[in-house]
């Protein structure tokens, strides 16, 4: 078994989330080659073949320019596997790749099984086994979902070269709407899920973040329900973030929320669900009701 690992490369930097790669195919198990659209001064120390192709002959981003690279190593390599990050680069050129291959597509995927991969569905609360139905396969996996592992070793560096222009021209990188609070620099989080009950017991919640002398943070079902800002979403459609205490309260653990803030050091959950998922990540699980819970943790706090 071998699988091709798809690096990103943005404004002169490696991605971290490239490191999650390998912690997949360590997973995965067998050989595997690396790609990246890059530099060769931002490399990892991976074993195996490396196929660099520059940055500035190709563009950071030119979905044409970069299909045809991965061809170019997939031609070489005849990998079974051929493996994106589910982030704005993984999606759009996955699905290109496995058209031009006529490969089965495996997105965000979260877990692996015997002969399979774990996906979230039913907006994240379940997961489902997809086999595919292709001898390769073009997979995505969730950020997040599989630890990030630094390798060590020495790569062969073997170069690629692109013909043409593709048809589409990059023009650069869009700033983030600024936000009303920057959860990546709090050292204590207190974050509010849909087990708050509704959007007039969120000050609760509140009143807890402030006497833990933190900031208050949201999944994203009570962000789309309108009970708080988007700017306090913590996932991977809102913040990740990395405190030294991450408080859960009324949330059960879908996967975009854990990659946003399993990176923690202390995470104490409060579900009155003993096997909801933030169970299995949390330092400490509260089976309580929050709303009872967090008002009595709150008064003991303010003494």
Wanted: charged share 20%; hydrophobic share 45%.
């Amino acid at each position: 078994m071998k699988a091709l690992l798809i690096g990103e490369y943005r404004q002169g930097k490696l991605l971290d989330s490239t490191f999650e790669l390998f912690g997949f195919a360590a997973q995965l198990g067998g050989e595997t080659a690396f790609l990246l659209v890059g530099d060769e001064t931002r490399l990892p120390a991976c074993d195996g073949p490396l196929y660099l192709a520059e940055a500035a002959e190709c563009g950071e981003y030119n979905p044409d320019l970069h299909k045809q690279l991965i061809l170019q190593a997939v031609a070489r390599e005849n990998p079974d596997f051929i493996v994106f990050v589910h982030s704005s680069y993984g999606w759009d050129l996955a699905p290109r790749v496995a058209a031009r291959l006529k490969a089965a597509q495996v997105s965000e995927v979260i877990g692996l099984t015997d002969g399979g991969f774990e996906v979230g569905c039913c907006n994240a609360k379940m997961r489902r086994t997809v086999k595919p139905s292709t001898a390769r396969a073009v997979l995505t996996i969730q950020a997040g979902a599989f630890p990030a592992r630094q390798p060590n070793g020495t790569p062969r560096i073997q170069r690629l070269a692109a013909t043409g222009n593709g048809g589409l021209e990059f023009v650069g990188y869009e700033p983030a709407e600024a936000k009303d609070v920057d959860l990546t620099r709090a050292e204590v989080i207190v974050s509010a899920g849909r087990g708050v009950g509704k959007k007039e017991n969120v000050p609760v919640i509140a009143a807890l973040a402030r006497a833990l002398g933190g900031e208050l943070g949201a999944s994203r079902p009570v962000v789309d329900a309108g009970w708080i800002e988007h700017s306090h979403q913590v996932g991977t459609t809102g913040q990740t973030v990395s405190p030294r205490l991450y408080v859960a309260c009324g949330i059960s653990g879908a996967i975009q929320h854990l990659a946003g803030m399993k990176k923690s050091d202390f995470i104490v959950a409060i579900n009155k669900d003993k096997d909801a998922p933030i169970g299995e990540i949390a330092d400490v699980l509260v089976v309580a009701d929050v709303m009872q819970f967090v008002p009595a943790l709150t008064a003991r706090l303010q003494r």
